[in-house]
């Protein structure tokens, strides 16, 4: 009997007792693959021994120090290493235990903001539909995520959503990528248009969007149109890359892709590999300007803020990935998966679509791959593929509800940064018998 309350109240998972490289091994002895990272977490595999090290020394030296209190050398290296590797404009850095708090503080830093340059009427954010920023009320509010939201929502703020970036789905036959991006871009000036312009204090989206649909790709252009809206109407742009940022993409931060700077940066996950639980918020200079003008502080905390063993094990992952040149190697690894998926999937009567970016990478199945219809939801068929991934000693990340929050099934993959080609090739067979058998289990 166990008293841990998991996930699943009907299941109790596998004991994991260590982790080498690629691997995670459970109790009984069974060693698994991981091509997911957890949740795209673990960008430097596990046992990295740099991080351990950097963890012991910074644990043996202190281990916690309020920050109402103290600053920590590792807190502050690390916030330098960021501010000197982000999009140019991004000058604070606030450290914070996962992704769901780094968001939090971004919307009540952005509500703030306002405030104290005197535009208190501003109150509303908008975001997209089938998007995810997190399980804390605030981030759960502005995803878009319908399934996550939908017991809750009588106790979340009220936010307008527009439509994902989706184009396998929402792309019209007859527009082309960009045409198609202009139009979500217009959409949303329609909508802050709608809802008064003096009102919205912020747009919020995944760069590439993550586990609620799977690695959306967004279109050429759209994002820079986004941020001409959100400057045309005087709103903050505020960016969630706690999945798809730190690398995973190809680039440290995905919106480098797209020539795209943010006015708030969200990151988490890959920031610290998974070794400790840390996220942060980047802000803008002009943001921090104010604050320091006006109250002369941020009306925020939480008590592990930059939490000193945290930082160490963050400030070790990064300097690693940037010693050993891992997002070149992401790139490679990334053209390496895509074509092993492509010879293994692109032909598959159930694989609708193929998509992402450097090692982040969604695949949509399809009950009919010409008319694109998804598999009955009642079936969860991603809660199969799961099962199936795990006996054949894979960890792959599926989703349901990819289409609306109810119908759609995908799988994520995000293996770590340190793959070699032998791996993506176990990857991509034992993801390809898993699939068959969970789709014959039917």
């Known amino acids: 009997m166990t008293h841990v309350l998991h996930r699943s109240l009907r299941t109790t998972p596998p004991v994991a007792v260590s982790g080498h490289g690629m691997f995670v091994r459970d109790a009984d002895g069974n060693e698994y693959l991981d091509a997911c990272g957890g949740a795209a977490v673990s960008c430097l595999g596990h046992g990295h021994p740099d991080v351990l090290a950097a963890m012991h020394e910074q644990t043996d030296r202190l281990a916690y ?34 992704g769901s708090e780094a968001v939090e503080a971004a919307l009540k830093l952005a509500r703030q903001y306002y405030v104290e340059i005197g535009q208190p009427e501003r109150s509303r954010f908008v975001a997209r539909r089938q998007s995810y920023h997190g399980n804390t009320l605030g981030a759960l509010a502005v995803g878009g995520n319908a399934w996550r939201r939908r017991q809750f929502a009588p106790l979340l703020i009220d936010v307008d959503h527009v439509s994902p970036c989706y184009a396998y789905r929402e792309q019209r036959a007859d527009e082309s990528a960009e045409a198609y991006g202009a139009r979500l871009a217009q959409e949303l000036d329609d909508k802050i248009r709608e809802i008064g312009p003096g009102r919205v204090l912020a747009f919020v989206a995944e760069t590439v969007g993550g586990a609620t649909a799977g690695a959306l790709v967004p279109a050429p252009g759209y994002l820079r149109a986004v941020r001409e809206v959100c400057d045309r109407h005087g709103c903050l742009l505020i960016l969630d890359e706690v999945m798809c940022g730190m690398g995973r993409t190809g680039t440290l931060h995905a919106c480098e892709q797209e020539g795209v700077r943010p006015d708030l940066l969200v990151i988490a996950k890959g920031l610290g590999g998974g070794y400790q639980p840390i996220g942060a918020m980047l802000a803008h200079a002009r943001i921090v300007d104010a604050l320091s003008a006006g109250s002369g502080f941020f009306q925020h905390g939480h008590t592990y803020l930059g939490h000193p063993v945290a930082c160490a094990a963050a400030l070790a992952v990064q300097r690693v990935i940037e010693r050993d040149g891992l997002l070149a190697r992401v790139r490679e690894r990334g053209r390496e998966l895509q074509e092993r998926m492509a010879q293994a999937f692109a032909a598959h009567p159930h694989v609708g679509d193929i998509r992402g970016r450097g090692l982040f990478w969604g695949l949509e199945l399809v009950a009919d791959r010409d008319t694109k219809a998804p598999f009955d939801p009642a079936a969860q068929l991603h809660a199969r593929v799961k099962r199936a991934a795990m006996a ?6 599926p989703m349901g509800g990819t289409i609306d929050g109810r119908s759609g099934d995908h799988i994520l993959l995000a293996p770590p940064f340190i793959a070699e080609p032998q791996h993506l090739e176990l990857i991509v067979e034992r993801l390809s018998a898993a699939i068959d058998a969970a789709i014959a289990s039917l």
């Open 392 to 397: 054949r000693a894979l960890m792959t990340y």
């Open 65 to 98: 120090a309020h920050t109402s209190f103290f600053t920590s050398e590792p807190a502050e290296a690390l916030a330098d290493q960021l501010v000197r590797t982000a999009p140019a404009g991004l000058s604070h850095v606030y450290f914070v235990s996962g």
